[in-house]
């Protein structure tokens, strides 16, 4: 994607495949959209670090992240035990998103049948392939929810005159992934391809990434849109002013279950009792085959309660500011915080799931496994 004319990946190398020295740069996501900022990441720790910390976020990304944290530990040490120690704090990184274990294991499964001599080398090729795919996969999603979006675009009384009205949640756009993003591939498409889009960022409390991530994607590339609070959604469904809504995910169980960051499942209620299409756009990767109940069996992570309790933003003077938004801790009783990251949309209320190889009902998923 082009950021001031200039084309990035969310993540890239410095070096080549043969090096014992490569650096791995990023888009640092902590400080958008305030600042656009790239910082390098030569060691294990940094990338850990970087994941928990969500300057890398986004399932598909924390993937491709994870996968060149395993390249990083192997310039320092080669050996089985080593591998398998830093595939685990990896893997626990963060624990919800489906493709961070996925990468991790796929990694796993190339390096260690090797001579340890060979191992470096094939894992910065790995990782690299891991991140090509991830934009192919994105690219083809962006394609088969373009022809998704045409068509309910066509469906609507007089397409001719007005936009298309699409909500989203969060950001699952290019900062995401590798390049394109999920949900908002179809929508950069539709606007490439001339289809009149404009789209509702919905805020994303607590981190605010649909106000600082999404709509800065959105005005970069020039797809109209509006920042709402995360609870104006379903008035606008209620009014007729949202006509398909888009989101994406970071894990989706093998009946259509779909975990993505909290308040989903409330636009998902609303767009049902308002009989407004609901869609999970994700790669193949982001399915975890194993998982049946997506309630029962998905961890969702606790972040910490800062993320609740302060916001940061620009002041007038343009400084940037961190403020604490709740009651002072020396009254009678201190306010307490729960941070859950995401909630499970349960399949009933998911209308389809866009993956790479078509639009599919929860309950068409598993041809795709088979």
Not at 24 to 41: A, G
Not at 248 to 277: E, H, M, Q, W
Not at 336 to 359: K, M, Y
């Amino acid at each position: 994607m082009l950021i001031n004319r200039q084309a990035y990946r969310t993540i890239w190398v410095s070096g080549s495949p043969t090096a014992y020295s490569n650096i791995v740069n990023i888009i640092d996501q902590t400080k958008l959209p305030h600042h656009f900022e790239t910082i390098t990441i030569d060691s294990l720790e940094q990338m850990i670090a970087a994941i928990k910390t969500m300057q890398v976020r986004g399932a598909p990304l924390i993937g491709a992240a994870a996968a060149y944290g395993v390249c990083l530990a192997l310039q320092r040490d080669t050996s089985d035990d080593y591998i398998i120690s830093v595939a685990q704090l990896l893997i626990h990184s963060r624990p919800t998103a489906v493709n961070l274990r996925w990468a991790v294991q796929r990694m796993l499964n190339k390096i260690l049948v090797l001579n340890p001599l060979q191992r470096l080398e094939a894992a910065w090729l790995e990782a690299a392939i891991i991140c090509n795919e991830d934009v192919q996969l994105n690219q083809a999603i962006g394609q088969h929810g373009l022809a998704l979006i045409k068509n309910v675009h066509a469906q609507l009384l007089s397409p001719q005159s007005r936009p298309i009205n699409i909500l989203t949640h969060c950001n699952a756009g290019w900062l995401a992934t590798v390049d394109f993003g999920t949900a908002l591939s179809p929508i950069y498409a539709a606007h490439d391809a001339g289809v009149a889009v404009h789209v509702w960022v919905d805020e994303t409390r607590p981190r605010n990434q649909g106000a600082s991530l999404t709509a800065w994607e959105l005005a970069q590339h020039g797809v109209p849109h509006t920042v709402i609070s995360d609870n104006a959604g379903g008035h606008l469904m209620q009014h007729g002013q949202v006509d398909m809504v888009i989101v994406g995910a970071d894990r989706v169980t093998s009946t259509g279950d779909v975990c993505n960051k909290i308040g989903t499942y409330l636009k998902a209620l609303a767009a049902f009792d308002n009989k407004v299409p609901f869609y999970a756009a994700v790669p193949s990767p982001t399915i975890d085959w194993l998982m049946i109940d997506g309630l029962k069996e998905i961890e969702i992570e606790e972040r910490s309660a800062h993320e609740v309790s302060h916001m940061i933003g620009r002041l007038s003077n343009g400084e940037i500011a961190e403020i604490n938004i709740l009651p002072p801790n020396n009254l009678t009783v201190e306010t307490q915080v729960a941070n859950p990251a995401f909630d499970v949309t349960p399949a009933r209320l998911v209308t389809g799931i866009i993956t790479e190889l078509g639009v599919y009902t929860p309950d068409q998923l598993v041809s795709i496994k088979s």
